[in-house]
């Protein structure tokens, strides 16, 4: 049981409460854990079975007195992995644009051109998936995100000069995990740093963490 592994982390962290969203009742999913109480949640599973499996987003809103996390809306999801044009479908059925979510993460399995130098997006990344039989780079999802629906890429607006081997958060020489950020109507509160966490393999990807500062 997942729950099983869930449970101890978010409380070893002080995350006291958390809620977690299936994705169609397959044994995996999405979940937020958090300081402060989840007031409302709600799990959107796609209509559609794809090649890796139903997908799902999660998202939630949280109370208390922290002026950051009110009239906030959280989210989470987990895109396919095989194919682009499937998780361009998946996210327009969930339409963060205009679900008015302001903060939306997880891994998207989906590549940033500007996180890659030529060289490096051809030796390693072009390569590799040649010789795995994978889907080339494609980078509309990404575009989507920020380009048209003007969510901003947290780790690249903090680190728009970092490629290559200083942006991978998984073993496949890649950033496929963001955070996004689409700011309040005059937003009292900034984005003031974002990194990334080697979490020497205890899992798969590396942690990303972004923060936030009252502006002054």
């Known amino acids: 049981n997942a729950n099983n592994n869930w449970t101890p982390l978010h409380e070893q962290l002080s995350l006291n409460y958390s809620v977690v969203g299936l994705s169609g009742g ?12 989840i007031v409302e949640h709600s799990n959107q599973i796609t209509q559609e079975r794809y090649t890796g499996g139903s ?12 002026s950051f996390v009110q009239n906030r809306t959280f989210a ?19 339409i963060p644009d205009s679900n008015n979510i302001n903060i939306l ?11 890659y130098s030529d060289k ?7 390569k590799k998936r040649e010789s795995n039989g994978w889907e080339q780079p494609r980078f509309e999802l990404i575009h989507l995100l920020t380009n048209v629906w003007g969510s901003e890429d947290t780790f690249r607006k903090i680190n728009s000069k970092l ?25 009292e509160w900034e984005l003031t740093e974002c990194f990334i966490v080697d979490t020497r ?3 798969d990807h590396n942690a990303i963490v972004a923060s936030f500062e009252r502006k002054l």
Do not use: W
């Open 105 to 115: 993460l997880g891994d998207m399995n989906a590549l940033t051109q500007d996180d």
């Open 76 to 94: 989470v999801t987990h895109l396919d992995h095989f194919d682009e044009d499937d998780r361009l479908t998946q996210i327009k059925e969930f």
């Open 163 to 187: 490629k290559d081997t200083h942006v991978v958060t998984c073993s496949y020489g890649t950033r496929i995990d963001y955070i996004f950020h689409r700011p309040l109507l005059n937003d």
């Open 201 to 203: 393999r205890s899992t």
């Open 26 to 37: 397959l044994p995996f999913g999405n979940a937020i854990a958090s300081r402060h109480p």
């Open 55 to 66: 997908r799902a987003m999660l998202q939630c809103r949280l109370g208390g007195d922290h």
């Open 120 to 126: 490096y997006l051809h030796d390693v990344i072009i």
